[in-house]
C-alpha cells in the first residue's frame, strides 16, 4: 500500500505501541486480543478504522448498516486497516419522542468523546435516517480526524394502487384524505405502510436523502454514494469501497477541515436547492460549518440558493421516488448538470483525495424527466427565501413547494404578485393546535396564517417539526389544501406545504412570535423577503414590555443540559459551548491508569 505519511505516527499507537510506558501499554493490548485481535496485528502500524454504527434495532432507516458493516470491515481489511465498530446512540426519526432532534447534539457529543478517547486513526461515518448525517459530520468536524460518510441509502419505491408512495409525504397526502372522509382509519393506515417496502431510510427527498445528498457535495462521502436504494448491490459495493478509502485517506492525513471548506458548503447549498432539498439542511449544514471552522451564515442561503432552479422530479416537490432518481444518476448527475452551468467550485477537495470537478468529469443526467439539464428545470428560483421583520429576525421558506393553485389563488394579485395579508391564528404547539384546529370560533377562512410558538430548540426542546399543520377539515372541504403556516420549530422535509420555518430567536427565549396574538394582521411580502405583524409599534413595545418567559418543565436530565446550551435554529442548534472545541484530533488524553 502506498505510504504518504512520511514518518508520522499514528494516533493508535500511543495505546498500543508506546515503549515508554509498557504497563499501559500492555493494558490497552491485552482486552482487544480477547476475540478479534493479535497483538502483532495491533502493533503492526496499522491504522485503525473506527466505524461509527447508527443501525439498529431502534433505528430502523439505519438498520441496513449492521449487514454492510461486514462489507466495510472486508474494505478497510483490504486496503492494510484494522477496523473497530462502535455503537452511536440512535435518533430515529420517527421513533424518538420528543424529537429526534433533540438527540443529534448528543450523539455528536457522545462521538467527539469516542473519536478523541480511543485509539482511532479514521473513521467511517454510517448515515442515513435524518439527524444521523448531521451529527456524524459534526462530530467528525470537531475532531477533524479523517472520516468518510457511507450512506445506508433510500428504502425501495414505495407503490399503492399503481402510484409511487413517497416516505412522509403520503403521510401528509392521506391525512387530507381522512379528514375529507374519502378514506377510513383502515385505509389511511395501508396507505402510509405502503411508503416503506424495504430496508433503508425515506425514498423522498426529505431530510434523509437531502442530507446524504449534502454530504456528497460536500465532498465528504464517495462520488455517487448517497443516492444508491439500500437493498441494491451498488450499496454492497459501495461499503466495500468506502472501507478501502478511508485508510489510504489516513495515509494521506486527509482530514474534514481540508473538505468541508466555504467553498464545500457553497457547493452544498447550490445542491440543496436543485434537488429540491429539505428545510431541515440549514440549521444542519450551519452546524457542522461552525464545529469545522467555516464562516456560514443562513441568508447565505437565499444569496447563494435562491436562484438555483429546481432540477430533481422527485417528491414532495416533484414526482419521482429514490430508484429513479439511482438510475438517472443521483448526485454526480445533478452536480454535473450545475457544473455545466458554472455554479460548481469545481476546485474543492473531496474524500475521493481529488476534487469535485474530477470526480464529476462525464457525470450528467440519464434520464431527463427526472433530472432535468440546468437550462430546462422543473422550475426556477428553487432556495430558500430568507425572511425578517419583526416576528422573527430570520426564517426559512421553501417557495420550491408553493402549489400553482396557492401561488394563483394568493400570491398573484395583479400589481400586488407575491404579497399576502392575512389574519394570524395562534396556536401554543401542536397539543393546542390539535384541540382547536376544528373550533369554528377561531374564524379560520382561505386568508388567515397558521402560526404554532414554543417548539423551537429550548421551547419543544429540541426544534420540533410541526409546523406544517393542516386546515381546518371544513377549509379542506372547500378544497383549500393548504394554508401559509410559521413557526418557530421546523417541518418534515417530507412536506410540501408553504410554510415559514425556522424563525429564530424562538418564542420561549423572546423572539416576536412571542408577542403575537389571534386576530393580529399579518404581511408576507415574498419581493422583500419580509415578513410583520402590521400591530401598532407603540402597542407591540408594550407587548413587548408585558411579556415574561414561560414556565419551562424539564423530562430528562439531557433536557436540561440541551437547553442550557442550545443555541437557535439561525445558527444551527449547536451546544454553544462546543462550537469552541476544533481540531481536537491533535490532542492526546491522558492514560486512564
Ligand atoms: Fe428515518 Fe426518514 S424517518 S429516514
Ligand atoms: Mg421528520
Same mark, same amino acid.
Given at each position: ?75 478497510? @481489511? ?154 441494491? @448491490? ?15 485517506? &489516513? ?174 391564528? &395562534? ?81 420561549? &427565549? ?75 484530533? @491533535? ?7
Amino acid at each position: 500500500m502506498s505510504d504518504t505519511r512520511a514518518n508520522r505516527r499514528f494516533r493508535s499507537q500511543e495505546w498500543f505501541d508506546n515503549p515508554n510506558n509498557p504497563g499501559m501499554t500492555a493494558l490497552y493490548l491485552e482486552r482487544y486480543q480477547n476475540h478479534e485481535y493479535t497483538r502483532a496485528e495491533l502493533q503492526s502500524e496499522r491504522p485503525i478504522i473506527g466505524i461509527a454504527q447508527t443501525g439498529s434495532d431502534l433505528a430502523p432507516c439505519n438498520k441496513i448498516h449492521v449487514f454492510l458493516v461486514d462489507r466495510i470491515k472486508a474494505g478497510i @481489511r483490504e486496503a492494510g486497516g484494522i477496523p473497530m465498530e462502535f455503537p452511536v446512540h440512535p435518533i430515529q426519526e420517527t421513533g424518538k419522542r420528543p424529537t429526534a432532534a433533540l438527540d443529534r447534539n448528543l450523539a455528536y457529543l457522545s462521538l467527539v468523546e469516542v473519536l478523541h478517547g480511543y485509539p482511532i486513526d479514521g473513521v467511517v461515518l454510517t448515515t442515513g435516517c435524518d439527524k444521523t448525517t448531521p451529527a456524524l459530520l459534526m462530530g467528525a468536524a470537531t475532531v477533524d480526524l479523517p472520516a468518510i460518510a457511507l450512506n445506508g441509502g433510500p428504502m425501495l419505491d414505495g407503490w399503492w394502487q399503481g402510484k409511487r408512495a413517497g416516505s412522509g409525504t403520503i403521510i401528509w397526502e392521506s391525512r387530507r384524505l381522512l379528514a375529507e372522509g374519502q378514506i377510513d382509519y383502515e385505509e389511511f393506515m395501508r396507505r402510509v405502510c405502503s411508503s416503506a417496502p424495504s430496508l433503508g431510510h425515506c425514498n423522498t427527498m426529505g431530510t434523509a436523502s437531502t442530507m446524504n445528498a449534502m454530504a456528497e457535495a460536500l465532498g465528504m462521502s464517495l462520488t455517487g454514494n448517497s443516492a444508491i436504494p439500500a437493498p441494491f @448491490r451498488e450499496r454492497m459495493a459501495m461499503a466495500y469501497e468506502t472501507g478501502k478509502r478511508i485508510v489510504q485517506m &489516513v495515509l494521506e492525513d486527509l482530514k474534514p477541515s481540508d473538505i468541508m471548506t466555504r467553498a464545500a458548503f457553497e457547493n452544498a447549498i447550490v445542491v440543496n436547492a436543485a434537488i429540491g432539498g429539505s428545510t431541515n439542511a440549514p440549521p444542519h449544514l450551519q452546524a457542522i460549518a461552525r464545529h469545522v471552522g467555516v464562516e456560514l451564515d443562513v441568508r447565505d442561503w437565499e444569496a447563494i440558493g435562491y436562484d438555483v432552479p429546481l432540477m430533481v422530479n422527485m417528491q414532495p416537490a416533484g414526482e419521482y421516488l429514490g430508484e429513479s432518481f439511482f438510475r438517472a444518476g443521483g448526485v454526480p448527475a445533478v452536480m454535473g448538470e450545475l457544473m455545466k452551468a458554472h455554479r460548481i467550485h469545481r476546485d474543492a477537495m473531496t474524500a475521493t483525495g481529488r476534487t469535485m470537478g474530477e470526480n464529476l468529469a462525464g457525470w450528467e443526467s440519464l434520464d431527463p424527466a427526472v433530472i432535468t439539464p440546468y437550462d430546462a428545470p422543473l422550475r426556477q428560483n428553487a432556495g430558500f427565501k430568507v425572511l425578517s421583520g419583526n416576528l422573527f429576525d430570520s426564517a426559512l421558506m421553501k417557495t420550491s413547494v408553493i402549489s400553482a393553485d396557492f401561488r394563483a389563488r394568493f400570491l398573484s394579485e395583479p400589481g400586488n404578485e407575491g404579497v399576502f395579508e392575512a389574519r394570524a391564528v &395562534v396556536f401554543e404547539g401542536p397539543e393546542d393546535y390539535h384541540d382547536r384546529i376544528n373550533d369554528p370560533a377561531l374564524q379560520i377562512d382561505e386568508r388567515t396564517i397558521l402560526f404554532i410558538r414554543g417548539v423551537g430548540c429550548v421551547g419543544y426542546p429540541g426544534s420540533a417539526e410541526v409546523v406544517n399543520m393542516q386546515p381546518p377539515d371544513a377549509i379542506i372541504r372547500q378544497g383549500i389544501k393548504h394554508l401559509p403556516t410559521v413557526g418557530d420549530g421546523r417541518q418534515s422535509g417530507t412536506s410540501e406545504s408553504p410554510s415559514i420555518l425556522n424563525a429564530s430567536p424562538e418564542s420561549v &427565549v423572546g423572539g416576536g412570535l412571542a408577542h403575537l396574538r389571534t386576530g393580529d394582521r399579518v404581511r408576507l411580502d415574498l419581493n422583500a423577503s419580509t415578513m410583520n405583524a402590521l400591530v401598532d409599534p407603540a402597542e407591540w413595545q408594550a407587548r413587548i414590555d408585558a411579556w415574561t418567559p414561560p414556565e419551562i418543565v424539564h423530562q430528562t436530565p439531557w433536557q436540561e443540559i440541551y437547553r442550557t446550551h442550545v443555541g437557535q435554529l439561525a445558527d444551527g442548534g449547536c451546544l454553544e459551548l462546543a462550537t469552541a472545541y476544533q481540531k481536537i484530533g @491533535r490532542t492526546l488524553p491522558r492514560d486512564n491508569h
